[in-house]
């Protein structure tokens, strides 16, 4: 658990306060402009009778069946915005655009109640099949579209719509090119006749209930916090020291041109985690504790990286931590004993 004594002073005043009593609105915050850029998307797209409304939560989401979107609450402050980057991984324009098109698919599917007709069950699966957060996704299965990190569509049929309408959505993501001769076309054929036959069509279900909402939050920041990264899976123990001294080949008594492992990857963390969820699958919490432990190893074992051979470096952490976590897809675990 890192400490929350290294926050800035201004970030340190608002850890003991409810998230409720910080005066938390989507309106007029930094997230107001996605929002609206997600509508506009909608428009040009022609789906003009409904915009999915959007509000201030602990998490993304759409509750089961409800057409509206959660958003998470730090991202409509910018201390919170600092704290969750030092805690977490902060989202950029990016994902914040890539997570609000995989929601509004999720909204769209439970305005229009798609996922009770014969077609949508048929393309993708039964609406009701459990969840499974660990699922085993099958890497480039061209039965899905790629969106979100981690195969996030073979994750369930909801998803699977989801993801779908996401990258239909996203401009200039040139589908029918990308898309051609795959099984998954038909499902984004389908997005687009469904477009057109509903976009005029005032949805079944114009409005939504709420999960918890920021008005809601009674916990404090500095426990809401904690009690997310007390549930974080752990990749245990990891033998990782001979593997790491390997990589990091520099004599003891070199002084010129070097400088700490640790450095170089803590610039690359968040790339490192990114590529590693979206080509893996492995849950990124996961991906991230890994990646951290390989950090703080490189740390106490005090490696160093030649400054000339950085780019092999970062290439060879890249491929040793992907064998690592393709281990935990096939056997459940990153190292065998």
């Not at 428009?43 to 509000?55: A, E, I, N, Q, V």
């Amino acid at each position: 658990m890192r400490a929350f004594e290294k926050a800035p002073p201004d970030v340190q005043e608002i850890l003991t306060k409810p998230i409720r009593d910080l005066g938390l609105r989507l309106e007029g915050s930094p997230l107001e402009r996605f929002v609206q850029q997600l509508y506009r998307e909608l428009d040009r797209k022609g789906l003009k009778k409904f915009h999915p409304k959007c509000y201030l939560s602990d998490e993304w989401g759409c509750p089961s069946g409800e057409p509206v979107i959660g958003i998470p609450f730090y991202l409509a402050d910018p201390k919170l915005a600092r704290l969750e980057k030092e805690m977490n991984d902060l989202e950029d324009s990016r994902q914040i655009m890539m997570y609000l098109r995989h929601e509004a698919g999720h909204a769209i599917n439970y305005a229009y109640q798609l996922y009770k007709t014969p077609e949508w069950k048929v393309l993708f699966g039964p609406y009701r099949k459990p969840y499974r957060d660990a699922y085993r996704p099958i890497p480039f299965s061209r039965r899905f579209v790629r969106h979100m990190e981690g195969w996030y569509a073979q994750k369930h049929p909801d998803e699977d719509f989801a993801e779908t309408f996401a990258v239909w959505l996203t401009p200039g993501s040139r589908w029918r090119k990308r898309y051609l001769g795959w099984p998954a076309m038909d499902k984004l054929l389908y997005v687009n006749r469904m477009a057109r036959q509903f976009g005029k069509t005032d949805p079944l279900r114009p409005r939504g209930r709420t999960d918890i909402t920021v008005e809601e939050m009674e916990t404090t920041v500095k426990d809401f916090y904690e009690m997310a990264m007390s549930q974080e899976p752990s990749p245990g123990d990891l033998p990782l020291d001979t593997d790491l001294e390997d990589i990091f080949k520099v004599g003891p008594r070199r002084k010129n041109g070097v400088r700490p492992a640790a450095d170089l990857l803590h610039e690359n963390r968040k790339s490192l985690i990114d590529k590693l969820t979206y080509w893996t699958g492995v849950q990124r919490p996961l991906i991230r504790k890994l990646v951290e432990s390989i950090e703080a190893r490189v740390t106490e074992l005090n490696l160093r990286a030649d400054v000339k051979q950085e780019k092999e470096y970062l290439t060879e952490i890249t491929v040793y931590a992907t064998a690592l976590a393709m281990n935990y897809v096939t056997r459940g675990k990153f190292v065998q004993s």
